[in-house]
């Protein structure tokens, strides 16, 4: 019975608009995927770049295994991310567009056990598209408390 990790990117949705999302595994070492399962892991600051055609996560922190030896692997490192060649294709052409990027999203390993990372095409908001954000949220807030109150 294995335990479901879910690390998220919690400013994603907020700095960010999600135009689609993919699922990509990821190449790991034995501590890393370690290290994942401990729920040591941070894809705040992260996002994914291409090199030579293949894509790859950049700036995300897997924290070094605690009970590791010598052959520990190092935080912060480019993981390489397991997609198709169809996918990898789409994502590149739609990346090169102006203003757009890949963000990782969500960090989980799956019932297999196995690391995967939600990556997303998402464009910057303004700071006005911010501010509605936070405006929606606030009334959707106010609405979930009064429906609450009724029931």
Do not use: W
């Amino acid at each position: 019975m294995l335990k479901t990790i879910n690390i998220l990117n919690k400013r994603a949705k907020f700095d960010y608009e999600i135009i689609e999302t993919y699922t990509a595994g990821l190449v790991l070492t034995g501590t890393e995927i370690k290290s994942i399962r401990l729920g040591k892991a941070n894809i705040t600051e992260g996002f994914c770049e291409f090199n030579n055609g293949e894509l790859f996560a950049i700036n995300t922190q897997i924290d070094e295994y605690l009970y590791g030896n010598q052959f520990n692997h190092k935080a912060k490192s480019e993981r390489k991310l397991l997609l198709n060649r169809r996918e990898l294709k789409k994502l590149e052409r739609n990346a090169e567009t102006k203003g757009l990027t890949i963000i990782p999203l969500k960090l989980f390993t799956n019932e297999k056990g196995l690391a995967k990372l939600d990556i997303g095409l998402c464009r910057g908001k303004k700071t006005y598209d911010k501010r509605e954000s936070l405006k929606e949220q606030d009334t959707k807030r106010d609405l979930d408390r009064i429906k609450k109150d009724y029931k």
